[in-house]
Structure formats: C-alpha cells, structure tokens
T-cell receptor, first 116, second 112 residues
Framework: DAGVIQSPRHEVTEMGQEVTLRCKLISGHNSLFWYRQTMMRGLELLIYFNNNVPIDDSGMPEDRFSAKMPNASFSTLKIQPSEPRDSAVYFC??????????????FGPGTRLTVL | SQQGEEDPQALSIQEGENATMNCSYKTSINNLQWYRQNSGRGLVHLILIRSNEREKHSGRLRVTLDTSKKSSSLLITASRAADTASYFCATVLIQGAQKLVFGQGTRLTINP
C-alpha cells in the first residue's frame, strides 16, 4: 500500500486565491483527519470524517475553510480566499475501523502551503 | 491550554545514551499514543498504551502511563543518530471519539 497520499506537496499562492489540498486515504480506512501544523500553534486538528460524514469541524478556523469527502477514499480541503496567516503544513491522516479501540492514525507527507 | 504537554521541549544527548520524554495531560483518556516526526515529514505512530495499561514495550521503546498523575513517559534506550526527530504524545479522550489531541512535542537530537 502506498500510504496516505497528499497533493500537492508544495503550494505557493497569492493572497485571495483559492487553494485546494487533496488527500487519498489508505484502502480500507474509514476515518479521515485534516491537521494544520505551524511553529506557533503546533499541530491542530481542523476536521475529521468517519464513513464520509463530518464528525467534528470545531477546529476549522473560519468559513474560508471547507472540507469534503466526495467518496470513501478521497478528501479535499479548500481555502477560499487564502490569507498569509494560512501558511502552514497541512497533513491528512487516515485510520482503520476502530471497533471502539481508537486506533493509530497514518499520516500523509503533508502539503506545505505558502500564501504571499 | 494543551491537553498533552511534553517535557522537555528539547533534549540533546550522545549516541548510545537513553532518552526520556514526558507527557502530561488534563482530562481522562481512553488511550495515549506517541508519534515521531522527522524534519519535513509526516508523523509516524510509535506506540499506543491504553488507560488500563501501565507499561508497554516495543523494541527500544518503553512507555509508561500513570493515570493517577495523568502522565506518561517515553524511554528510548541505546539511542541512535536516526532517532533524531520530534516526538509527540497524543491523547484520545474518553468522550472524544477518535479525536487525537497532540502536545507541542519534544525535539530530540542525538549527537554522534
């Protein structure tokens, strides 16, 4: 298995532009997590899905951020319009069915976003 | 404030020595997990310890959990240069479903 796949790996854009980050889950996993990592704030959970349904989006900074799971293996995180303070590394992670045991999460390599 | 807080924030030791990192948390947990992050990479899961466990081993890793003190420690024995990375503890809250709450991490440097 290739692991969690994220694209692009690097994105440089100008303030006000729309940014779309993509994530492909590991086959068989049914939970998907989007995180943001910065030096100042560390690793923050933005939103997570279970079986394609958003469960907790309390970490989404504001309405400029939106996330979708159009199918069981793919997710997008969109920022529109982007701002310089959105610059960070964005990770997605997936997790297999937990059966109540709350399993480990498997992280992708991240997308480094720079908003100028 | 952070649910999981690692201590120390940075640790530098010589190759071959043991490294100990600590994590404290505030609310009751289902389990606690440790992750490693190499520079510029994603996090990699190392070990999971459940709330009813007190100690767990995996290769050169030893994790302890003291739920009465709400703390955990990660011990890496016989450290190697390749262990240089940031280490994070993450807690799964009892009421938190699958949500992991990460600490700020400990930056470990192993000097050859």
């Amino acid at each position: 298995d290739a692991g969690v796949i994220q694209s692009p790996r690097h994105e440089v854009t100008e303030m006000g532009q729309e940014v779309t980050l993509r994530c492909k889950l590991i086959s068989g996993h049914n939970s998907l997590f989007w995180y943001r990592q910065t030096m100042m704030r560390g690793l923050e959970l933005l939103i997570y899905f279970n079986n394609n349904v958003p469960i907790d989006d309390s970490g989404m900074p504001e309405d400029r951020f939106s996330a979708k799971m159009p199918n069981a293996s793919f997710s997008t995180l969109k920022i529109q319009p982007s701002e310089p303070r959105d610059s960070a590394v964005y990770f997605c992670a997936s997790s297999p069915p937990s059966g109540g045991n709350y399993n480990e999460q498997f992280f992708g390599p991240g997308t480094r976003l720079t908003v100028l | 404030s952070q649910q999981g807080e690692e201590d120390p924030q940075a640790l530098s030791i010589q190759e071959g020595e043991n490294a100990t990192m600590n994590c404290s948390y505030k609310t009751s947990i289902n389990n606690l997990q440790w992750y490693r992050q190499n520079s510029g990479r994603g996090l990699v899961h190392l070990i999971l310890i459940r709330s009813n466990e007190r100690e767990k081993h995996s290769g050169r890793l030893r994790v302890t959990l003291d739920t009465s003190k709400k703390s955990s420690s990660l011990l890496i024995t016989a450290s190697r240069a390749a262990d240089t990375a940031s280490y994070f503890c993450a807690t799964v809250l009892i009421q938190g479903a699958q949500k992991l709450v990460f600490g700020q991490g400990t930056r470990l440097t192993i000097n050859p």
